[in-house]
Nanobody
Framework: QVQLVESGGGLVQAGGSLRLSCAAS????????MGWFRQAPGKEREFVAAITWSGGSTYYAASLKGRFTISRDNAKNTVYLQMNSLKPEDTAVYYC???????????????????WGQGTQVTVSS
């Protein structure tokens, strides 16, 4: 069982940066694949990024690669999402998610993840 709590969201101007954190409970955090998703009003939940249990492999939505960076610190049971050059279209609720195993081809699919945080709001003003 893993419980996830996101933080770090807020209001930022276009071009600015934010770093989201997702703190996980449970002794087996280091064995979980972690993902970040986002959901804007009236839209479906969208894959942002994922990272393997060791941090050795990372995956990104093609449209976000280069601006967003996912990382993890297993000693702190935390996964991060560094977001740079933010745009108004990045406005959404950002969620972290976890599962012990997700095949690389399945990483963008929300239903592959068993555990979810409550989300943190990111608002980018123009």
């Amino acid at each position: 069982q893993v419980q996830l709590v996101e933080s770090g969201g807020g209001l930022v101007q276009a071009g600015g940066s934010l770093r989201l954190s997702c703190a996980a409970s449970g002794r087996t955090f280091s064995t979980y694949v972690m993902g970040w998703f986002r959901q804007a009003p009236g839209k479906e939940r969208e894959f942002v990024a994922a990272i393997t249990w060791s941090g050795g492999s990372t995956y990104y939505a093609a449209s976000l690669k280069g601006r967003f960076t996912i990382s993890r610190d297993n000693a702190k049971n935390t996964v991060y999402l560094q977001m740079n050059s933010l745009k108004p279209e990045d406005t959404a609720v950002y969620y972290c998610a976890a599962n012990q195993y997700v095949g690389s081809s399945r990483l963008p699919h929300p239903y592959e993840y068993d555990y979810w945080g409550q989300g943190t709001q990111v608002t980018v003003s123009s």
